[in-house]
């Protein structure tokens, strides 16, 4: 799969309020891929895509779309792209989504048949065809995602970006805007998607960046990334009592162990040859309850968005 996006080396201190919210980030976006970008909340997302979309001016660094340099002519990105950014719309709120379909179609060069025909598949997809005609200021918040959602798809872009799509939907819009997506991407759209639902990234995506006070501090495949941290075995323990200062010095001997909550703690066997004496272990304590899990974005959130 080709390049789409290339963002190379990109940083960004706001002068006013004097916060480097961007430092040194280098990511590419190829052809069918979707990508999680994930974060804290003011770790650095929404300017990094200000900057790729040229809203915003980086200190240093530049982007290319399909090879060419778009840092501070971006014509050309913005004809293969669409976007949804948080704050900011995409629409307009006194027209209905038909209206907006075919004006905003209109300006990526469909014609009113087709800019109709695209915007008005995708909200039957998520069952909100009788809203066509109603003004966007009249619908929910979550449904007014969704046509702003519709708005950036509605010319088939090379290039989406999203942030925070799934802001206001339900499961099943949740599940719908996850099958567009996966959809969109098996055509060959590039797609950066930023959330805090990680389960949704999760399902969603199949590769994740993770900015941390403005710098990337993971760029992996998701699969990859999760396959390796699940060569560890973690249990969930209930017991009837604490564990004893004897008990957890055996433990910590072998494992990673952390107390959740009163008399129950979380245990990661990283080497997969104690597991045997770490059971040993683990039967010799009063056991109300015990459940294996999986890791899973939470663990990886949790180990690189720290503080
Ligand atoms: N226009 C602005 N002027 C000054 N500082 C800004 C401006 N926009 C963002 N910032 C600061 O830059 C940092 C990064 O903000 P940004 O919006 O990029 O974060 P984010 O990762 O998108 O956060 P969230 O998940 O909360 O949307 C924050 O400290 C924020 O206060």
């Given at each position: 799969?080709?390049?789409?996006?290339?963002v190379?080396n990109i940083s960004k201190?706001?002068?006013?309020?004097?916060?480097k919210a961007v430092s040194n980030v280098s990511f590419n976006?190829?052809?069918?891929?979707?990508v999680a970008f994930l974060g804290s909340n003011g770790a650095g997302k929404t300017t990094t895509l200000?900057?790729?979309?040229?809203?915003?001016?980086?200190?240093?660094g530049?982007?290319?779309?399909?090879?060419?340099?778009?840092?501070?002519?971006?014509?050309?990105?913005?004809?293969?792209?669409?976007?949804?950014?948080?704050?900011?719309?995409?629409?307009?709120?006194?027209?209905?989504?038909?209206?907006?379909?075919?004006?905003?179609?209109?300006?990526?060069?469909?014609?009113?048949?087709?800019?109709?025909?695209?915007?008005?598949?995708?909200?039957?997809?998520?069952?909100?065809?009788?809203?066509?005609?109603?003004?966007?200021?009249?619908?929910?918040?979550?449904?007014?995602?969704?046509?702003?959602?519709?708005?950036?798809?509605?010319?088939?872009?090379?290039?989406?970006?999203?942030?925070?799509?799934?802001?206001?939907?339900?499961?099943?819009?949740?599940?719908?805007?996850?099958?567009?997506?996966?959809?969109?991407?098996?055509?060959?759209?590039?797609?950066i998607?930023t959330t805090h639902?990680l389960?949704?990234a999760?399902?969603?995506a199949?590769r994740i960046l993770l900015i941390n006070h403005g710098k990337l501090v993971l760029s992996d495949d998701i699969?990859n990334r999760l396959?390796q941290l699940?060569?560890?075995?973690?249990?969930?323990?209930?017991?009837?009592?604490?564990?004893?200062?004897?008990?957890?010095?055996?433990?910590?001997?072998?494992?990673?162990?952390?107390?959740?909550?009163?008399?129950?703690?979380?245990?990661?066997?990283?080497?997969?040859?104690?597991?045997?004496?770490?059971?040993?272990?683990?039967?010799?304590?009063?056991?109300?309850?015990?459940?294996?899990?999986?890791k899973?974005l939470n663990d990886i959130f949790e180990d690189y968005a720290r503080d």
């Amino acid at each position: 799969m080709n390049t789409l996006l290339t963002v190379k080396n990109i940083s960004k201190t706001y002068q006013k309020s004097n916060v480097k919210a961007v430092s040194n980030v280098s990511f590419n976006v190829n052809s069918g891929d979707i990508v999680a970008f994930l974060g804290s909340n003011g770790a650095g997302k929404t300017t990094t895509l200000k900057v790729i979309l040229n809203l915003v001016s980086p200190d240093q660094g530049k982007i290319f779309f399909n090879g060419q340099d778009v840092t501070h002519n971006n014509l050309l990105l913005l004809k293969n792209s669409g976007t949804l950014l948080e704050g900011s719309q995409n629409m307009f709120f006194a027209l209905s989504p038909i209206e907006n379909f075919v004006y905003l179609g209109g300006q990526r060069g469909l014609s009113r048949k087709d800019a109709k025909k695209n915007g008005l598949a995708i909200m039957e997809k998520f069952n909100l065809i009788e809203k066509k005609n109603t003004p966007v200021a009249e619908l929910s918040r979550g449904m007014q995602q969704i046509v702003g959602v519709c708005c950036a798809l509605i010319a088939k872009p090379k290039l989406l970006i999203l942030d925070e799509p799934t802001l206001g939907l339900d499961l099943n819009s949740t599940k719908t805007m996850i099958k567009m997506l996966q959809f969109s991407a098996s055509k060959g759209a590039g797609i950066i998607v930023t959330t805090h639902q990680l389960d949704f990234a999760q399902r969603v995506a199949n590769r994740i960046l993770l900015i941390n006070h403005g710098k990337l501090v993971l760029s992996d495949d998701i699969k990859n990334r999760l396959e390796q941290l699940n060569q560890q075995t973690i249990f969930l323990l209930k017991l009837s009592r604490a564990i004893s200062e004897n008990e957890k010095d055996k433990i910590v001997a072998l494992c990673k162990l952390k107390s959740i909550t009163q008399n129950n703690y979380q245990i990661s066997v990283e080497n997969q040859k104690d597991l045997p004496q770490v059971l040993k272990i683990l039967s010799e304590l009063p056991i109300e309850n015990l459940q294996t899990r999986t890791k899973d974005l939470n663990d990886i959130f949790e180990d690189y968005a720290r503080d």
